[in-house]
């Protein structure tokens, strides 16, 4: 019974729909291409309703990203003047070199050297050390030089320091070895630079 209605109901269907053609003029490959291509979401040629709309899907899935730039720090590094070990009775030579890799030049200020408190008896303590690690401190300050020469933008300026042989405060009763030096640059603008090195007392 289903089956028999719907043979009889389709010729019925299909002769309304050549009626309405017929007055509207328009081919049947029309209409059934454009029903087949309405149901696919794809886009014909001059199709401008369809066309807007994926063009609004496109933009609406298209990615962004926003591209942030940070302007690189001058950088400070404090080395022993020369490899060689620093023994009792002598003064310690260092070079101190500030390096400014940014647009602005770095201020004149004041440079203070740092000894740290304890021997750097392992890698783990060398490597939190000069990592600058939260567990370590800077230790006693040695010596003080006010007035640094101003660093121009992209310049390097090294400037040599000797701590005295008074103030080193390494004596025959501190062991041997690998020793903490800093080095810290407060500027009259407010900037401040540090940097850590090494250098071996030997008795």
Do not use: C, H, K
């Not at 049947?28 to 454009?34: D, K, N, P, S």
């Not at 730039?69 to 023994?87: C, H, Q």
């Not at 783990?124 to 990592?131: F, N």
């Not at 600058?132 to 230790?139: F, K, P, Q, V």
């Amino acid at each position: 019974m289903v089956a028999e209605s719907i043979s009889v109901r389709r010729p019925a269907i299909f002769r309304a729909v050549r009626s309405l053609l017929r007055r509207a003029r328009v081919p049947l490959a029309a209409v059934l291409i454009g029903l087949v291509m309405g149901s696919s979401g794809a886009v014909l040629p001059g199709g401008g309703a369809s066309s807007a709309t994926a063009q609004r899907q496109a933009t609406a899935v298209t990615p962004t990203a926003t591209l942030t730039t940070t302007e690189p720090a001058a950088r400070l590094t404090v080395t022993p003047a020369t490899p060689d070990p620093l023994r009792p009775d002598e003064d310690l030579q260092l070079i101190v070199t500030i390096e400014n890799t940014t647009a602005t030049a770095v201020d004149s200020g004041t440079l203070d050297i740092y000894l740290a408190q304890r021997a750097l008896t392992s890698r783990v303590a060398l490597e939190d050390w000069l990592a600058a690690d939260e567990s370590t401190t800077r230790g006693d300050v040695l010596v003080s030089e006010p007035d640094t020469p101003i660093v121009p933008a992209g310049d390097t300026v090294s400037l040599p320091v000797t701590v005295p042989e008074a103030s080193v405060t390494l004596g025959p009763r501190n062991n041997w070895g690998a020793r903490g030096i800093a080095a810290t640059l407060q500027t009259e603008s407010g900037t401040e630079l540090e940097g850590r090195g090494t250098f071996v007392w030997f008795l």
